[in-house]
């Protein structure tokens, strides 16, 4: 068990500033490059924090194993999900309202260069970590481009005077409250010192001399800590964790984050305010007890949720002959389809999406469904002017149960 020195201070103050030095010259402490309250920042690299890094590699290659076993159509599928669900949560941790419809609307209409639709910019750089991009994070300046696509267009139409009014980033005070309206925290200023502690964060993140994990979750904490922006801050660093975590591990862990902050989110607030106090001295070591768990129960969770939909689809893939009409190739192609869309999409798969995947007309996939439906085994719903397709997996049991 590690200790905050914030804790110590209040229950061993006798011994506080013997174990902070010790803490502090210790062989295995990393020292940055950042002041945190007029006190050097660093943290110590312990036996547990190695032992978690080594934990989420095991998962990572357990997602990947997943990953490379299913469908393409599955996975597209199940990212398209995760991406919702990730976006939501973002917006939710910061009190920023959306809803589940509302992004997946975004996401239909993205190929429209005419779409005015709110959120569109935080979709559009979230779609940036499905197809492998790379992010410019190299100054203060590219922090701010990530934040004009991402957060900016929410920002000002919440509150204009929001609109960031320095050079890059913002001129005057910002604090952070509690669920309660206390105050808690007080971003840098002047905006100079924002500038300057930024690109020194960015130094510490491409520093390869410190583990990738470790260097994600020590920037997730000093963004919060300059806070540069009087409002999106939160979303922005999350989208930054997510990206980074995408280029680290299997790439669908950047749509999980906002997900299990929100699981965990009152340690998560926790973890800031212990930092940010000047009487833990710099020592960002808590700071990455909680970031690296909440990676490792991220991609513990992601991990599960494709084992128990890869089990399922086995399943019901091996059911298939046992339905009506199972054992005619076409027709099987169209169930084989539909359990996918089943276990992993949002919707469900539509008629334009079967025949893509097909390679057969309009007519021909109505005159399958229509088979399907006639059994009992097609569920539909409609989204929008489209329909999407399930197959009725109650119904699939019954049949297999009487088999």
Do not use: W
Request: glycine residues 4%.
């Amino acid at each position: 068990m590690y200790d905050s020195l914030l804790k110590i201070f209040h229950s061993d103050i006798e011994n506080y500033n013997k174990i902070y030095e010790s803490r502090f010259g210790s062989d295995s402490a990393v020292h940055l490059d950042f002041t945190i309250h007029q006190n050097k920042a660093f943290f110590i690299e312990t036996p547990e924090l190695l032992k978690i890094i080594i934990s989420i590699q095991k998962l990572d290659k357990d997602i990947q194993s997943f990953v490379a076993y299913l469908p393409n159509l599955s996975i597209t599928q199940f990212t398209k999900r995760c991406l919702i669900d990730e976006i939501v949560l973002s917006n939710n941790i910061e009190g920023v309202h959306s809803t589940r419809k509302e992004i997946d609307s975004v996401l239909t209409d993205l190929q429209k260069s005419d779409s005015k639709k709110r959120f569109k910019g935080l979709v559009n750089k979230y779609i940036m970590l499905m197809y492998n991009e790379t992010i410019d994070i190299e100054s203060a300046k590219d922090i701010r481009d990530i934040y004009d696509e991402l957060a900016l267009p929410e920002v000002i139409e919440d509150d204009p005077s929001n609109f960031p009014d320095g050079k890059i980033f913002r001129k005057n005070s910002v604090s952070v409250l509690s669920p309660t309206g206390k105050e808690i925290h007080t971003g840098l200023l002047p905006e100079e010192k924002i500038i300057e502690a930024m690109n020194s964060a960015i130094n510490i993140l491409n520093d390869d001399q410190i583990v990738d994990l470790f260097r994600v979750s020590i920037f997730h904490y000093l963004f919060g800590y300059i806070h540069p922006f009087y409002d999106g801050n939160g979303r922005t660093s999350r989208f930054i964790s997510s990206y980074l975590l995408s280029k680290q591990l299997e790439p669908l862990i950047g749509y999980r984050i906002s997900y299990t902050i929100q699981e965990n989110i009152k340690e998560y607030y926790e973890a800031f305010k212990t930092c940010n106090d000047p009487r833990n001295k710099g020592d960002l070591t808590p700071f990455l007890y909680m970031f690296t768990n909440i990676v490792y129960k991220s991609m513990y969770q992601l991990a599960q949720a494709l084992s128990n939909r890869v089990s399922a689809m086995n399943h019901y893939l091996k059911a298939i002959p046992y339905l009506p009409e199972g054992t005619n190739q076409k027709l099987s192609n169209v169930y084989d389809y539909l359990v996918q869309a089943t276990l992993f999409a949002e919707h469900g798969i539509s008629t334009k999406e079967l025949i893509e995947n097909t390679g057969e007309s309009r007519n021909t996939i109505k005159k399958r469904l229509a088979t399907i439906e006639s059994n009992g085994l097609l569920a539909e719903k409609k989204n929008g002017n489209e329909k999407f397709f399930t197959l009725n997996l109650n119904v699939v049991d019954e049949i297999i149960a009487k088999t």
